[in-house]
């Protein structure tokens, strides 16, 4: 069965409220992905960790790009480590174990084109610490301050990671 045919049998099957747009939005960022995630576990013996993992790394797999000149490729491998951090830093937060909460940033749930323009607006951007910042998107936050600290002891100090973080003590 073809995506084509599974989205129509879904849109069939699932009264969703809104636009066309806003349904076949819905249908193939939340309903498909949940069913691939949830065949891999019961083909694949994986958990949902893993069927989510496997299916991120289809989603964020680089195409190949035509030659690119030196500084258009020290910003694309600026451009790279950061989703490349923050995806790596997303894992580690998954399977650590925190006082209070934490948010992943946005950015990773976006498709590659939006992912694209918003590390545009964050290159063009100039230092704006607010929340309307572009830099948070590509932000984690945590409710408490202890585990802002031992993110950024863990990944930022040990590891060298290029990532964004703050917290939000509640």
């Avoid at 925190?98 to 590659?112: I, N, T, W, Y």
Wanted: charge should be negative.
């Amino acid at each position: 069965m073809k995506t084509e045919q599974i989205i129509q049998r879904l849109e069939r099957l699932l009264s969703v409220l809104g636009t066309v747009a806003e349904k076949q939005l819905f249908i193939t960022e939340v309903i498909l992905p949940e069913v691939v995630i949830q065949w891999l576990q019961r083909t694949s013996n994986m958990c949902r960790y893993q069927a989510e993992s496997v299916l991120l790394e289809n989603t964020y797999k680089e195409k190949s790009a035509p030659e690119l000149s030196t500084s258009d490729r020290e910003s694309t491998e600026e451009v790279n480590v950061l989703l490349r951090d923050s995806l790596a830093a997303a894992d580690w937060c998954r399977k650590t174990q925190f006082d209070g909460g934490f948010k992943v940033p946005a950015v990773l749930s976006m498709d590659e084109k939006e992912q694209q323009e918003a590390l545009q607006e964050l290159h063009n951007c100039e230092d704006d610490p607010s929340e309307e910042s572009p830099a948070e998107l590509f932000t984690f936050v945590f409710d408490k301050q202890k585990d802002y600290e031992k993110f950024c002891t863990e990944l930022v100090d040990k590891n060298n990671f290029k990532v964004f973080s703050r917290f939000e003590e509640k």
